[in-house]
């Protein structure tokens, strides 16, 4: 509204100070019929030459618009006077001073008005689907959530407290249901010499993780029934670099299936082609030498033989402390051992006395750096 008024202000004063642009279109009074269901007439010589020219249009008319210019050939002489004046007038009257700050300040006040008269309207904040709502096919029916009234905790409050309500329950559980799962305890026993493998699992405490499907196993190649020293090696040169030849331990693992069940299920299938291809007298690999260079071996320290404390060496040591105790007394006897914290007092209490030359020295050196600063 206040963008309408505004603009019929403008062109109120537009209208009346402004001086026609002399470069405005030429609307002609006729209209140019486009289509005509006569045919075409030539004029006569006698009607070209008797046709009169119509007069130039005056300074006046050219200042005009083309609406005002149409209005303005269809006034008489005596109105085309009066028309003349009183253009000229409210030209006059608008080029004075004060004019055009008297028509702002009544603009201004009527748009005031308006904006004052004009009713305010609400307009409803758009609400979006709740979170509730969200992956539902039935958005609407679900509607938005509720606007916070402060009259709750915030949402991180609610998940604080949700995880304190979660620790109080391990809590209970831990105070009084897993005391009686000492009822369910069986003894241990270790594995016999028929169950050499040793198979690893993962577990996550009831949390779903990528790694819990996978399942290690591990076997000694010597606790492996009936494999003679021919087939032993054998196996270790099928199994590659999944042996370690410090600890004689081969090691492999799987987790290509979903569960753990179906990657031990294969991992003991696998170790018996293993042993049935180790077994098979068709080809002993002999003529294969064996090969750790996968296997890095690294050296552990030792501590020495000869450093380790014999009783021997303990009477040899307590001797030689002994001896040099005897020397040490002998020396202070002779007043030849010399008492170190002794020295150091007397040094505190006698401070050592500056010959001559050095105090010339330094004085010498205190009178140049003050001239170098001087300078």
């Not at 269809?74 to 003349?84: D, I, N, V, Y």
């Not at 831990?174 to 799962?181: G, R």
């Not at 750790?292 to 060496?313: A, C, D, I």
Request: overall charge positive; glycine content about 4%; charged content about 30%.
């Amino acid at each position: 509204m206040t963008t309408a008024i505004n603009k019929l202000g403008f062109a109120t004063r537009r209208w009346a100070c402004i001086v026609p642009s002399q470069n405005a279109p030429r609307v002609s009074i006729v209209p140019h019929r486009h289509f005509s269901s006569s045919g075409d007439k030539l004029v006569e010589p006698d009607e070209r030459n008797s046709s009169v020219s119509s007069p130039p249009p005056s300074a006046f008319m050219k200042n005009l618009s083309p609406d005002d210019r149409i209005k303005y050939e269809s006034l008489s002489a005596e109105e085309r006077k009066r028309f003349e004046q009183a253009v000229g007038r409210l030209r006059r009257h608008m080029k004075s001073p004060g004019v055009e700050g008297r028509l702002s300040a009544a603009l201004a006040s009527a748009v005031h008005n308006v904006e004052m008269e004009r009713p305010v309207v609400h307009q409803e904040r758009f609400r979006s689907a709740g979170f509730m709502a969200l992956g539902e096919a039935d958005q609407e029916g679900t509607g938005a959530d509720d606007e916070f009234k402060e009259d709750d905790i915030s949402s991180l409050a609610h998940a604080q407290l949700e995880q304190h309500r979660e620790m109080r329950q391990y809590a209970r559980l831990a105070a009084w249901e897993m005391p009686l799962l000492s009822k369910l305890a069986k003894p241990f026993e270790p594995p016999r010499k028929d169950q050499p493998l040793r198979f690893r699992y993962t577990t996550y405490l009831g949390e779903e993780h990528p790694a819990e499907k996978k399942v290690v196993l591990q076997f000694c190649t010597k606790d492996m029934p009936e494999l003679t020293e021919v087939q032993r090696e054998k196996l270790i040169k099928l199994v590659g670099v999944r042996y370690n030849p410090e600890s004689d331990i081969v090691k492999m693992s799987c987790e290509m299936f979903e569960t753990q069940a179906q990657n031990k299920r294969y991992l003991g299938d696998l170790v018996d082609t293993l042993l049935r291809e180790a077994r098979d007298p068709a080809d002993t690999f002999e003529d294969i030498p064996l090969d750790f260079r996968h296997h890095r071996f690294r050296e552990k320290p030792k501590f020495p033989q000869h450093w380790r404390m014999t009783p021997e060496r303990k009477s040899q040591l307590a001797a030689l402390r002994q001896k040099r105790g005897l020397e040490d007394q002998q020396r202070v006897q002779r007043g030849k051992l010399l008492d170190g914290v002794a020295i150091i007092e007397e040094s505190f209490e006698t401070p050592p006395a500056i010959s001559a030359p050095v105090m010339e020295e330094a004085v010498v050196q205190r009178v140049r750096g003050k001239e170098k600063l001087r300078r």
